[in-house]
């Protein structure tokens, strides 16, 4: 009954983030504002709401080590898996506005997040959390992010004022619906998930820590995935890095600031080697995006090839 109901969750949870995505998308565009800051925002945010959801549920009941490993993994496959079976599937072609500013304040994410887990090294105390008071640091930088999304919006606006179609109110309604429902779909299936995850931990004999950086992120994952390789599929390389990107940022500074705020969350001591991958990886992404302004077929088989070597890595360290 268990693996069901965890079965149950993640359909809840990929279809819900689909018509969240859907439905935002469509209200996104009637908007007037650009493929790779619809992936950055509104797509982004929408395939982060699993881990939103996850995460904060998990921090609610007490499992930090679900919040915490599924951010971690998640951003990790992100950054690895679908970003390598994406550029497998098409090249992403790059903007120099990701590369100088968006990879960098992805960079600069998880350097945050090292430095407010690390309280044994810089306070000599006697273990690692992620407190109250850093989890509003991070929603500070979250801020910070917005912030600079809506200049973004601005400008863009301003480039494409020559657009003056207005949507239907019938669609509006219909976006609406759908934006409403995904959500709804997300945050029930969310629940499931978190349960019937821990659950499965306690009868395998799995570290909560293991669970959140393997079953719990994969499958919140996926929304990102399906989206990312759809954008490339129809040759929209914007939204699919955009989303990838976008996501990472708002998984650690909203969705870890917000789980922190809502209950402090004890850091289990290995997260530490899987931090330093994902600033590995994030480097190494950086790197690719600046060969020709694309990430190509190569570059995306080293990336999905790296998450195997991963996985293969944390269940022997278990």
């Not at 349960?195 to 669970?211: C, H, R």
Request: hydrophobic share 55%.
């Amino acid at each position: 009954m268990t693996y069901l109901l965890l079965l149950i969750g993640f359909v809840l949870l990929i279809k819900g983030a689909d018509y969240f995505v859907k439905g935002a998308s469509s209200i996104a565009t009637a908007l007037r504002i650009s493929p790779l800051l619809i992936g950055l925002t509104i797509v982004a945010f929408g395939t982060s709401s699993p881990e939103a959801t996850v995460s904060m549920v998990a921090a609610f009941e007490g499992n930090a080590g679900v919040a915490i490993g599924n951010v971690i993994g998640s951003n990790i496959f992100n950054i690895t898996f679908v970003v390598g079976l994406t550029a497998f599937l098409y090249p992403l072609r790059v903007e120099n506005e990701t590369i100088r500013k968006e990879i960098p304040f992805t960079l600069l994410a998880g350097v945050a997040l090292l430095i407010v887990i690390s309280d044994v090294f810089l306070q000599s105390i006697s273990g690692n959390f992620i407190t109250r008071s850093d989890g509003f640091i991070l929603l500070l930088f979250f801020a910070v992010f917005l912030y600079y999304i809506f200049e973004v919006a601005r400008r863009d606006r301003k480039k494409n004022t020559s657009d003056t179609s207005k949507p239907e109110a019938s669609s509006w309604g219909k976006n609406l619906a759908f934006t409403v429902g995904g959500l709804a779909a997300i945050i029930f299936g969310g629940d499931l998930v978190v349960d019937g995850a821990t659950k499965i931990a306690i009868s395998l004999g799995m570290s909560e820590t293991l669970v959140g950086l393997t079953i719990v992120a994969i499958g919140t994952s996926l929304p990102e995935l399906i989206t990312s390789v759809t954008a490339a599929i129809k040759r929209e390389s914007e939204i699919a890095l955009g989303n990838i990107v976008g996501s990472n940022i708002f998984n650690i500074f909203f969705v870890l600031g917000g789980a922190s705020v809502i209950s402090p969350l004890a850091v289990d001591s290995k997260i530490f080697v899987d931090i330093f991958f994902m600033l590995l990886l994030t480097v190494v992404l950086l790197v690719f995006s600046r060969t020709n302004f694309k990430i190509g077929k190569f570059e995306g088989i080293i990336l999905a090839a790296s998450y195997i070597l991963y996985m293969v890595y944390i269940i022997i360290r278990n």
